[in-house]
T-cell receptor, first 113, second 112 residues
Framework: DQQVKQNSPSLSVQEGRISILNCDYT??????FLWYKKYPAEGPTFLISISSIKDKNEDGRFTVFLNKSAKHLSLHIVPSQPGDSAVYFC????????????FGKGTLLTVNP | KAGVTQTPRYLIKTRGQQVTLSCSPI?????VSWYQQTPGQGLQFLFEYFSETQRNKGNFPGRFSGRQFSNSRSEMNVSTLELGDSALYLC???????????FGSGTRLTVV
Protein backbone atom coordinates (compact mmCIF):
# COMPACT_ATOMS: atom_id res chain seq x y z
CA ASP A 1 0.00 0.00 0.00
CA GLN A 2 1.97 2.93 -1.36
CA GLN A 3 0.49 6.07 0.20
CA VAL A 4 2.88 8.49 -1.53
CA LYS A 5 3.52 7.92 -5.22
CA GLN A 6 6.01 9.47 -7.59
CA ASN A 7 4.98 7.97 -10.89
CA SER A 8 7.91 9.26 -12.94
CA PRO A 9 11.11 7.37 -12.10
CA SER A 10 13.14 9.84 -14.13
CA LEU A 11 12.98 13.26 -15.76
CA SER A 12 15.42 14.97 -18.10
CA VAL A 13 15.40 18.74 -18.79
CA GLN A 14 17.66 21.31 -20.39
CA GLU A 15 19.59 23.78 -18.28
CA GLY A 16 17.62 26.99 -17.81
CA ARG A 17 14.24 25.37 -18.40
CA ILE A 18 11.62 24.47 -15.79
CA SER A 19 11.67 21.11 -14.01
CA ILE A 20 8.33 19.85 -12.70
CA LEU A 21 8.33 16.88 -10.37
CA ASN A 22 5.00 15.36 -9.39
CA CYS A 23 3.74 13.48 -6.37
CA ASP A 24 0.35 11.94 -5.52
CA TYR A 25 -0.89 10.75 -2.15
CA THR A 26 -3.80 8.66 -1.01
CA UNK A 27 -3.97 9.26 2.73
CA UNK A 28 -6.30 12.20 3.44
CA UNK A 29 -4.80 12.49 6.95
CA UNK A 30 -1.53 13.83 5.54
CA UNK A 31 -1.29 17.52 6.37
CA UNK A 32 2.36 18.38 5.85
CA PHE A 33 4.44 17.69 2.77
CA LEU A 34 8.16 17.92 2.12
CA TRP A 35 10.59 17.58 -0.74
CA TYR A 36 14.08 16.19 -0.28
CA LYS A 37 16.99 16.00 -2.71
CA LYS A 38 19.46 13.15 -2.56
CA TYR A 39 22.87 12.69 -4.15
CA PRO A 40 24.48 9.22 -4.30
CA ALA A 41 26.23 8.17 -1.08
CA GLU A 42 24.69 11.08 0.86
CA GLY A 43 21.61 11.43 3.02
CA PRO A 44 18.53 13.30 1.75
CA THR A 45 18.70 17.09 2.03
CA PHE A 46 15.56 19.03 2.93
CA LEU A 47 14.47 21.42 0.16
CA ILE A 48 11.04 22.87 0.84
CA SER A 49 7.82 22.02 2.62
CA ILE A 50 4.16 22.99 2.58
CA SER A 51 1.36 22.76 5.08
CA SER A 52 -2.10 21.65 4.00
CA ILE A 53 -3.48 25.08 4.89
CA LYS A 54 -1.54 26.54 1.97
CA ASP A 55 -1.57 25.81 -1.74
CA LYS A 56 1.80 27.29 -2.64
CA ASN A 57 5.16 27.87 -1.04
CA GLU A 58 8.21 29.46 -2.64
CA ASP A 59 11.89 29.45 -1.73
CA GLY A 60 14.18 30.92 -4.34
CA ARG A 61 14.15 28.75 -7.44
CA PHE A 62 11.92 26.16 -5.76
CA THR A 63 8.13 26.33 -5.57
CA VAL A 64 5.83 23.64 -4.24
CA PHE A 65 2.16 23.55 -5.20
CA LEU A 66 -0.46 21.57 -3.31
CA ASN A 67 -3.85 20.57 -4.71
CA LYS A 68 -5.67 18.97 -1.80
CA SER A 69 -8.79 18.02 -3.72
CA ALA A 70 -6.67 16.07 -6.21
CA LYS A 71 -4.27 14.86 -3.50
CA HIS A 72 -1.44 16.05 -5.68
CA LEU A 73 1.64 18.16 -5.17
CA SER A 74 4.38 19.30 -7.48
CA LEU A 75 7.82 20.81 -7.17
CA HIS A 76 8.85 23.42 -9.73
CA ILE A 77 12.50 24.31 -10.21
CA VAL A 78 13.13 27.45 -12.28
CA PRO A 79 15.62 27.83 -13.83
CA SER A 80 17.04 24.32 -13.68
CA GLN A 81 20.80 23.99 -13.22
CA PRO A 82 23.12 21.01 -13.78
CA GLY A 83 23.79 20.93 -10.02
CA ASP A 84 20.10 20.15 -9.50
CA SER A 85 20.68 16.69 -10.98
CA ALA A 86 19.77 14.28 -8.15
CA VAL A 87 16.99 12.04 -6.90
CA TYR A 88 14.03 14.00 -5.52
CA PHE A 89 11.80 12.48 -2.86
CA CYS A 90 8.35 13.62 -1.91
CA UNK A 91 7.39 12.92 1.73
CA UNK A 92 4.27 13.38 3.83
CA UNK A 93 3.41 13.54 7.51
CA UNK A 94 0.08 13.39 9.26
CA UNK A 95 1.11 15.32 12.36
CA UNK A 96 -0.61 14.68 15.63
CA UNK A 97 0.99 11.67 17.27
CA UNK A 98 2.30 10.23 14.00
CA UNK A 99 6.00 10.97 14.13
CA UNK A 100 7.04 9.55 10.80
CA UNK A 101 7.57 10.61 7.21
CA UNK A 102 6.10 8.52 4.42
CA PHE A 103 8.25 8.79 1.30
CA GLY A 104 7.64 8.27 -2.38
CA LYS A 105 10.17 6.17 -4.28
CA GLY A 106 11.84 9.18 -5.85
CA THR A 107 12.36 10.76 -9.26
CA LEU A 108 15.81 11.02 -10.81
CA LEU A 109 16.20 14.49 -12.30
CA THR A 110 18.91 15.03 -14.90
CA VAL A 111 19.60 18.60 -16.00
CA ASN A 112 21.58 18.67 -19.22
CA PRO A 113 23.97 21.59 -19.92
CA LYS B 1 27.30 23.37 13.55
CA ALA B 2 27.93 19.64 13.18
CA GLY B 3 25.37 17.67 11.23
CA VAL B 4 23.92 14.27 11.92
CA THR B 5 26.75 11.75 12.27
CA GLN B 6 26.28 8.09 11.53
CA THR B 7 28.86 5.41 12.18
CA PRO B 8 30.13 3.30 10.63
CA ARG B 9 29.69 4.43 7.00
CA TYR B 10 30.07 0.94 5.59
CA LEU B 11 29.60 -2.48 7.12
CA ILE B 12 29.73 -6.04 5.81
CA LYS B 13 28.15 -8.77 7.90
CA THR B 14 27.35 -12.45 7.45
CA ARG B 15 23.84 -13.90 7.55
CA GLY B 16 22.80 -14.76 11.09
CA GLN B 17 25.02 -12.15 12.73
CA GLN B 18 23.78 -9.06 14.49
CA VAL B 19 24.75 -5.44 13.92
CA THR B 20 24.53 -2.16 15.81
CA LEU B 21 24.47 1.20 14.02
CA SER B 22 25.04 4.51 15.74
CA CYS B 23 23.62 8.00 15.19
CA SER B 24 24.60 11.28 16.83
CA PRO B 25 21.97 13.96 16.18
CA ILE B 26 22.53 17.68 15.73
CA UNK B 27 23.19 19.29 19.09
CA UNK B 28 19.90 20.23 20.72
CA UNK B 29 17.81 17.92 18.57
CA UNK B 30 15.83 15.51 20.70
CA UNK B 31 13.89 13.59 18.05
CA VAL B 32 15.74 10.87 16.15
CA SER B 33 14.25 8.71 13.41
CA TRP B 34 15.61 5.78 11.46
CA TYR B 35 14.83 4.85 7.86
CA GLN B 36 15.82 1.97 5.60
CA GLN B 37 16.48 2.70 1.94
CA THR B 38 16.48 -0.09 -0.63
CA PRO B 39 16.26 0.16 -4.43
CA GLY B 40 12.90 -1.59 -4.58
CA GLN B 41 11.13 -0.04 -1.58
CA GLY B 42 12.57 3.45 -1.34
CA LEU B 43 12.83 5.01 2.12
CA GLN B 44 10.83 3.21 4.78
CA PHE B 45 10.32 4.36 8.34
CA LEU B 46 11.77 2.13 11.05
CA PHE B 47 11.17 4.01 14.31
CA GLU B 48 11.30 7.39 16.04
CA TYR B 49 12.60 8.32 19.48
CA PHE B 50 12.13 11.40 21.59
CA SER B 51 13.63 11.83 25.04
CA GLU B 52 14.59 8.14 25.18
CA THR B 53 11.03 6.99 24.36
CA GLN B 54 10.02 5.21 21.18
CA ARG B 55 6.95 7.05 19.93
CA ASN B 56 6.31 5.28 16.65
CA LYS B 57 7.44 2.11 14.90
CA GLY B 58 7.21 1.08 11.27
CA ASN B 59 6.24 -2.28 9.83
CA PHE B 60 9.47 -4.14 10.40
CA PRO B 61 10.01 -7.46 12.21
CA GLY B 62 11.09 -7.55 15.83
CA ARG B 63 14.67 -8.25 14.71
CA PHE B 64 14.91 -4.50 14.23
CA SER B 65 15.19 -2.56 17.46
CA GLY B 66 16.56 0.72 18.67
CA ARG B 67 17.14 2.91 21.64
CA GLN B 68 17.97 6.49 22.52
CA PHE B 69 20.28 7.66 25.26
CA SER B 70 19.93 10.64 27.59
CA ASN B 71 22.24 12.70 25.34
CA SER B 72 19.86 12.00 22.41
CA ARG B 73 22.33 9.71 20.65
CA SER B 74 20.61 6.69 19.19
CA GLU B 75 21.49 3.18 18.17
CA MET B 76 19.63 0.65 16.10
CA ASN B 77 20.23 -3.06 16.22
CA VAL B 78 19.39 -5.78 13.75
CA SER B 79 19.66 -9.35 14.96
CA THR B 80 19.83 -12.56 12.93
CA LEU B 81 20.72 -10.71 9.75
CA GLU B 82 19.16 -11.77 6.47
CA LEU B 83 20.34 -11.03 2.92
CA GLY B 84 17.32 -8.77 2.47
CA ASP B 85 18.54 -6.50 5.27
CA SER B 86 21.22 -5.17 2.92
CA ALA B 87 20.36 -1.49 2.60
CA LEU B 88 21.31 2.08 3.37
CA TYR B 89 20.22 2.91 6.91
CA LEU B 90 19.54 6.59 7.45
CA CYS B 91 19.18 8.48 10.68
CA UNK B 92 17.46 11.87 10.88
CA UNK B 93 17.14 14.34 13.72
CA UNK B 94 14.79 17.20 14.47
CA UNK B 95 14.16 19.73 17.23
CA UNK B 96 10.66 18.29 17.57
CA UNK B 97 8.48 15.80 15.79
CA UNK B 98 7.21 16.54 12.32
CA UNK B 99 8.85 17.85 9.20
CA UNK B 100 12.21 19.38 8.54
CA UNK B 101 14.28 16.42 9.61
CA UNK B 102 18.03 16.60 8.89
CA PHE B 103 19.49 13.35 7.64
CA GLY B 104 22.90 11.85 8.13
CA SER B 105 24.88 10.28 5.28
CA GLY B 106 23.79 6.81 6.27
CA THR B 107 25.36 3.44 7.00
CA ARG B 108 25.60 1.10 4.02
CA LEU B 109 25.03 -2.44 5.36
CA THR B 110 25.81 -5.40 3.16
CA VAL B 111 24.81 -8.87 4.34
CA VAL B 112 26.61 -11.77 2.64
Amino acid sequence: DQQVKQNSPSLSVQEGRISILNCDYTNSMFDYFLWYKKYPAEGPTFLISISSIKDKNEDGRFTVFLNKSAKHLSLHIVPSQPGDSAVYFCAANSGGSNYKLTFGKGTLLTVNP
Amino acid sequence: KAGVTQTPRYLIKTRGQQVTLSCSPISGHRSVSWYQQTPGQGLQFLFEYFSETQRNKGNFPGRFSGRQFSNSRSEMNVSTLELGDSALYLCASSLAAGGGYTFGSGTRLTVV
